[in-house]
């Protein structure tokens, strides 16, 4: 392709999305390289300290979307000493004295402090996307600091993290003029929020297509929210408690009718059972469940609403649902492609509460199966095998026993 002029090479280089695929191109030859490094925008390190933040600006200038991986994985199990490392502020100090034109930034498992939330937010005037996986060192503050100062943010998703709470007023950061939000995730924030602004924040935002709240948002909020963004695709319930009988129940209930657009539900980490039963108007349209921080939810409950879950193609759930509670799932979701079966209690060595059997059944029922994660306490080879002469398109296959 050297008589291609640059810039068809470089048009063809943006249909190459693949961050293994964008690496390999670049070894073919010098002009590749060349070409590779000025219109690369979205870098994936899967380490912190394989590279340095200046050669990574250096080797990429026009760097708009950056990944950073810090802790290894066994870190969410406490097996990394508490000063491991893994702080994101040399990244951030050294992308801001750069003034790269940096739009988005993904952590999981760093240490991110208030100051280095203060720095990204002011030293990126188009910064719209900000997702912390399972990061620590951080408050409240430093999130009030990114809905204060981003007047274009997008995206503000907080997964796992441990966060201190200052204060419960940092959505009323977010400036009147705020009306660009697609995705808003505090399901982890454990503290008080403001719900005025919480309920003007959605109202104001027409785009709005993710919103996960945590476990202080009540009912009659919820209801309020879901009538100002009929439009939501995903829907993370932070508590769902309240009397069966109740005006506010009667009025969610009317509401949930009108939100034929939701494709992903989650959450449920409060829950009374006796209201499930209002959800499943719009579990027809389900394609992801994820029901693995619910665990007020036991077998019985967890095989009603799967009933109602036709077109699931992906499900997490706790494996207090049981074989008999698998074998629901298997006769019920025949689109089901990724399944993921996690412990009730991961320190309870005692009775399993899913068995090969379950998995069986979920082989023989969901051919289109091709990812899993299966937490049990025994599996024999016999049933292994003949999970895999049911399920051909697996790609992805975790048992852990």
């Given amino acids: 392709m050297n008589y291609f002029p640059d810039e068809v090479v470089e048009h063809v280089f943006d249909f190459i999305t693949s961050h293994k695929d964008r690496n390999s191109v670049s070894l073919v030859c010098k002009s590749w390289y060349k070409i590779e490094r000025y219109s690369r925008q979205r870098v994936f390190i899967g380490n912190c300290y394989s590279i340095t933040p200046q050669r990574l600006i250096a080797r990429f200038p026009g760097l708009k979307s950056l990944t950073l991986k810090g802790k290894p994985h066994f870190a969410d199990f406490n097996l990394v000493p508490h000063d491991w490392g893994g702080f994101v502020d040399p990244w951030i100090k050294a992308l801001a004295k750069s003034r790269i034109g940096l739009e988005e930034l993904r952590l999981k498992r760093m240490v991110v402090s208030d100051d280095s939330l203060e720095l990204l937010s002011r030293s990126f005037p188009n910064f719209k996307s900000l997702v912390l996986v399972s990061c620590e060192g951080f408050t409240t503050d430093g999130v009030a600091a990114i809905a204060a100062n981003c007047r274009f943010l997008r995206e503000l998703d907080l997964q796992e993290n441990e966060v201190e709470d200052?204060?419960?007023?940092?959505?009323?950061?977010?400036?009147?003029?705020?009306?660009?939000?697609?995705?808003?995730?505090?399901?982890?924030?454990?503290?008080?929020?403001?719900?005025?602004?919480?309920?003007?924040?959605?109202a104001r935002s027409p785009n709005l297509k993710s919103l996960r709240l945590n476990r202080v948002v009540p009912l009659d909020t919820l209801q309020k929210l879901l009538m100002r963004a009929p439009q939501l695709v995903d829907l993370g319930i932070g508590s769902?408690?309240?009397?069966?009988?109740?005006?506010?129940?009667?009025?969610?209930?009317?509401?949930?009718?009108?939100?034929?657009?939701?494709?992903?539900?989650?959450?449920?980490?409060?829950?009374?059972?006796?209201?499930?039963?209002?959800?499943?108007?719009?579990?027809?349209n389900l394609t992801f469940l994820n029901l693995s921080y619910a665990p007020g939810l036991q077998g019985n409950d967890l095989t009603k609403l799967?009933?109602?879950?036709?077109?699931?193609?992906?499900?997490?759930?706790?494996?207090?649902?049981?074989?008999?509670?698998?074998?629901v799932v298997a006769s019920t979701c025949k689109e089901l492609q990724e399944?993921?079966?996690?412990?009730?209690?991961?320190?309870?060595?005692?009775?399993?509460?899913?068995?090969?059997?379950?998995?069986?059944?979920?082989?023989a029922g969901c051919p289109k199966l091709n990812s899993l994660l299966?937490?049990?306490?025994?599996?024999?080879?016999?049933?292994?095998?003949?999970?895999?002469?049911?399920c051909t398109n697996f790609i992805r296959f975790r048992n852990v026993c």
């Fill in 339 to 363: 399944l993921r079966v996690f412990p009730s209690d991961p320190f309870d060595a005692g009775n399993a509460a899913v068995t090969e059997e379950g998995l069986v059944l979920i082989s």
């Fill in 240 to 284: 769902y408690v309240d009397d069966p009988s109740s005006e506010v129940f009667s009025k969610l209930k009317a509401v949930i009718q009108l939100c034929n657009s939701i494709r992903s539900l989650s959450g449920f980490l409060e829950v009374a059972p006796c209201c499930m039963s209002a959800i499943y108007p719009i579990c027809e």
């Fill in 374 to 390: 299966y937490f049990c306490h025994q599996m024999t080879n016999a049933a292994l095998i003949t999970v895999a002469k049911n």
């Fill in 166 to 202: 200052h204060r419960g007023h940092w959505l009323s950061c977010f400036p009147e003029s705020c009306t660009s939000l697609v995705s808003l995730n505090f399901a982890c924030l454990k503290g008080e929020i403001n719900l005025a602004s919480l309920e003007r924040l959605v």
């Fill in 306 to 327: 799967v009933q109602h879950c036709r077109k699931l193609q992906r499900l997490w759930i706790l494996d207090c649902i049981g074989d008999k509670g698998l074998g």
